[in-house]
């Protein structure tokens, strides 16, 4: 059912990039509209479109863009008026004085965050980074130039998540369904791997992380699969931090290769049997799993250890979720009652 939604979001929402994200969203939704600062603070969002798609738009704005806070927020549904051709960003006055308008905004509402206290922070988190691609098309450049924006990301999160002592970290960068994809980007893609795996081996036998490989081994290219493998051998002594690369890995196969393993061995089915069967055996269960590029799906990853991970979906392609996001993510998990399926 086509309808219009009016949303007036308060809280730190100027200058904090909330009416790019929407605009960003709204339009990956299909919907018709504008998001535009007001005098008080506040953002206003007018959007028409389908009702679900419009639902789905309300809840983004609930959090907003990974800057802001949402302190408030009020919505009416209206009867749609079909004035708008597209989504886009209003302003109040000229473009630069808008911008300083924002920042004035934003001034007022910046206050220094009280560091995240250690034992609300996950121990296992699981990066899902989408977008690679969309990023390397809005930037104009090569598909592949994306991809290594992405891996080069990757590092920069592992050495914070790091130094904020996350032991376990995993990152999936190559999915079994990824194989229908061109020839020469695969090619590439596994390219870029084998360059980050050589450039990461100082750091891991410098900074004692034990890097593992959770996938299949069968179709990874010789020359990438040996370097996962020494990487492997030389740092299976350390245990204090972990670091998983998903490639070449889906949630079921991962699931079908340990029940595989367990009926080679000829024991019987259990819980502990399975968790020891699996790639990840030794890795704690998920507790976070964060996706970026706006979607809002797992894909298979990690269907076994995640039953009960918290999930954060980031409006932003993986190449912009830079450590300033990361830290948004961590302090959302914080916040949040894990019950683990137990009532109130």
């Not at 959007?47 to 789905?56: D, H, M, N, T, V």
């Not at 991809?147 to 790091?162: F, I, N, P, T």
Request: hydrophobic fraction near 40%; proline fraction near 3%.
């Amino acid at each position: 059912m086509h309808k219009r939604l009016f949303i007036k979001i308060l809280g730190r929402v100027q200058g904090v990039f909330f009416r790019k994200n929407a605009e960003t969203v709204a339009r990956g939704l299909g919907l018709t509209g504008y998001a535009q600062n007001m005098q008080d603070g506040s953002v206003e969002i007018v959007c028409e479109g389908e009702e679900s798609a419009l639902k789905k738009m309300l809840e983004w704005c609930y959090r907003g863009s990974l800057l802001a806070h949402v302190d408030g927020l009020s919505f009416a549904w209206e009867e749609p008026q079909n004035e708008f051709n597209n989504f886009s960003i209003r302003y109040t006055n000229s473009f630069l004085r808008d911008k300083i308008a924002a920042v004035k905004q934003l001034s007022k509402h910046l206050v220094e965050h009280d560091a995240i206290a250690p034992e609300k922070l996950p121990r296992h988190v699981v990066i899902i980074p989408d977008g690679n691609r969309r990023w390397a098309r809005e930037h104009g450049v090569p598909i592949w130039r994306g991809h290594q924006k992405g891996m080069d990301r990757a590092v920069d999160l592992l050495r914070e998540m790091r130094r904020l002592n996350i032991k376990y970290v995993t990152l999936w960068g190559f999915s079994t369904e990824n194989w229908s994809r061109k020839k020469d980007e695969v090619e590439k893609l596994m390219d870029i791997f084998l360059i980050i795996i050589k450039k990461f081996r100082a750091e891991a036998l410098r900074d004692h992380i034990r890097f593992h490989h959770f996938g299949r081994t069968d179709r990874l290219p010789e020359v990438l699969l040996a370097a996962i493998t020494s990487l492997e051998k030389e740092t299976a002594i350390f245990t204090e931090f972990h670091f998983g690369l998903a490639l070449d890995y889906g949630g079921r196969d991962e699931i079908l290769r340990a029940f595989e393993k367990i009926q080679q061995g000829g024991e019987p089915v259990s819980e502990e049997a399975i968790s020891h069967a699996l790639d990840t055996q030794g890795f704690p269960d998920t507790e976070l799993i964060i996706r970026t590029s706006g979607e809002q799906r797992l894909s298979g990853i990690m269907p076994w250890q995640g039953v009960y991970a918290e999930l954060y979906f980031a409006p932003v392609h993986f190449p912009d979720f830079d450590e300033h996001q990361l830290h948004f993510a961590l302090a959302d998990f914080a916040r949040r009652e894990r019950r683990f399926g137990g009532g109130h």
